[in-house]
């Protein structure tokens, strides 16, 4: 079935420094969403991402859907301690009407005063 | 308030004593779908809904049972709970399969 890889698992940074996380599918997918969880939280929809070598922003968050739309990237620039939490990128097979959710297991993020 | 709500929230339960996890939102979502979140695994989807009566298995499905009958409402229904289904819980709802999700709080289920 289909697989989310998503490195890596923990980030640890200075506040100021840039963090960026990765997403690869074993599949083809049709769409890749962000999502941010705080701690103690649950998760929060960012971004979903439809198109191949699609590039969005958002404020200092940057998001890019690959070329083969297989794998995607988050990057942060200038973390902030509220930019603290865990990312995951959730993505949806292509083809047919393929429902299924497929999430990484996310990249924690800390930053350090 | 747009929201999606779960209840309970917590609860500790025995192994075989069945229970179900209500989830229930207000925002007229065909979606909706029941994940599990595992400290190293990430959430994986339980069940997915695309409308009444439309269910179907999503990664892990195994022990777990469903029913929407209900555009608003989608329980989460454990027959015979055992230990390996402690965990955290998290329903969520969306405009459709495509598009993006609503989180509830989570119900954070311990079954001894």
């Known amino acids: 079935g289909q697989q989310v890889m998503q490195i890596p698992q923990y980030q640890h940074v200075q506040e100021g420094e840039d963090f960026t996380t990765y997403c690869n599918s074993s599949t083809t997918l049709s769409n890749i969403q962000w999502y941010k969880q705080r701690p103690g939280g649950h998760p929060v929809f960012l971004i979903q991402?439809?198109?191949?070598?699609e590039v969005k922003k958002q404020k200092r968050l940057t998001f890019q859907f690959g070329e083969a739309k297989k794998n995607s990237s988050l990057h942060i620039t200038a973390t902030q301690t509220t930019d603290v939490g865990t990312y995951f990128c959730?993505?949806?097979?292509?083809?047919?009407?393929?429902?299924?959710?497929?999430f990484g297991k996310g990249t924690l993020l800390t930053v350090n005063p | 308030e747009a929201q999606v709500t779960q209840n309970p929230r917590y609860l500790i339960t025995v192994t075989g004593k069945k229970l179900t996890v209500t989830c229930s939102q207000n925002?007229?979502?065909?979606?909706m779908s029941w994940y599990r979140q595992d400290p190293g695994l990430g959430l994986r989807q339980i069940y997915y809904?695309?409308?009444?009566?439309?269910?179907d298995k999503g990664d892990v499905p195994e022990g777990y049972k469903v029913s929407r009958k209900e555009k608003r409402n989608f329980p989460l229904i454990l027959e015979s709970p055992s230990p390996n289904q402690t965990s955290l819980y998290f329903c969520?709802?969306?405009?459709?399969?495509?598009?993006?999700?609503?989180f509830g709080p989570g119900t954070r289920l311990t079954v001894t």
């Open positions: 959730a993505g949806r097979g292509s083809g047919g009407s393929n429902y299924k959710l497929t």
């Open positions: 925002m007229n979502h065909e979606y």
């Open positions: 969520a709802s969306g405009w459709g399969g495509s598009y993006e999700q609503y």
């Open positions: 809904s695309m409308n009444v009566e439309v269910t």
């Open positions: 991402l439809v198109k191949s070598g």
